[in-house]
């Protein structure tokens, strides 16, 4: 059954309401959360702090491109894109029991060569026009499920997932669900994820 994956956004749910969010994202059952700040830099105090949550909630915390940062905080899983590092240097620096996603936009060579260098999951989107990334290139849902039967790892989709489309992600039978938007919408972040998880075939 497909998870929800939650990033966090810098304008969404800025530094001084973060770790609200975040208690509030783990108390709903979500067992995969990205920290990811686009905008402003990344803060080290807030970033501790919210590892220590995801450790309270046996959550798994990501740091979203900075193998460096990561490492530096002591979380144990980052996600890597193409202008990041790449997955062999990112593996050498973090070792071989750090938890490693990739994104593989819509290629599924990307991802077999992601798969051959140990990553421990693969993304690919944008599944449908993103709000957090207007320019991202997009992928079909058809990429979702040729991956999960190409290969024997955790598939992500990434990319304009909501309330009203979540149901045709899981029907592709993506491992993981990617969202961003969609939680810190209008109603409070636990009603959002409430309704998005009932959307989950």
């Keep these: 059954m497909s998870e929800i994956y939650a990033l966090s956004d810098d304008i969404l749910s800025p ?8 208690e509030d994202i783990l108390q709903s059952g979500i ?13 080290e105090d ?12 046996n959550a798994r915390f990501i740091i979203n491109d900075d193998i460096v940062f990561a490492k530096r905080i002591g979380a144990k899983s980052v996600h890597i894109g193409k202008k990041d590092v790449n ?8 070792g071989k029991d750090f938890f490693i996603g990739v994104s593989c936009y819509d290629s599924l060579e990307l991802a077999k060569e992601a798969v051959e260098n140990g990553a421990d999951y693969i993304a690919f989107g944008s599944i449908f026009p993103s709000l957090t990334k207007p320019d991202a290139g997009s992928a079909s849902l058809d990429v979702i499920t040729q991956a999960k039967s190409m290969f024997n790892i955790s598939v992500c989709a990434i990319g304009g997932i909501n309330e009203t489309n979540i149901s045709k992600v899981s029907e592709a039978k ?9 939680i810190y919408g209008s109603n409070s972040i636990k009603e959002n ?8 075939n």
């Design 87 to 94: 997955l062999q240097d990112a593996r050498k620096f973090l």
């Design 174 to 182: 993506a491992d993981l669900i990617a969202i961003v938007n969609a």
């Design 193 to 200: 994820i409430l309704n998005l998880q009932n959307k989950i």
């Design 46 to 57: 807030i970033a501790r702090e919210i590892l220590c949550l995801c450790n309270d909630y």
């Design 31 to 43: 067992k995969y959360y990205q920290y990811r700040c686009k905008r402003f830099n990344k803060n």
């Design 15 to 22: 530094d001084d309401i973060i770790l609200q969010h975040v």
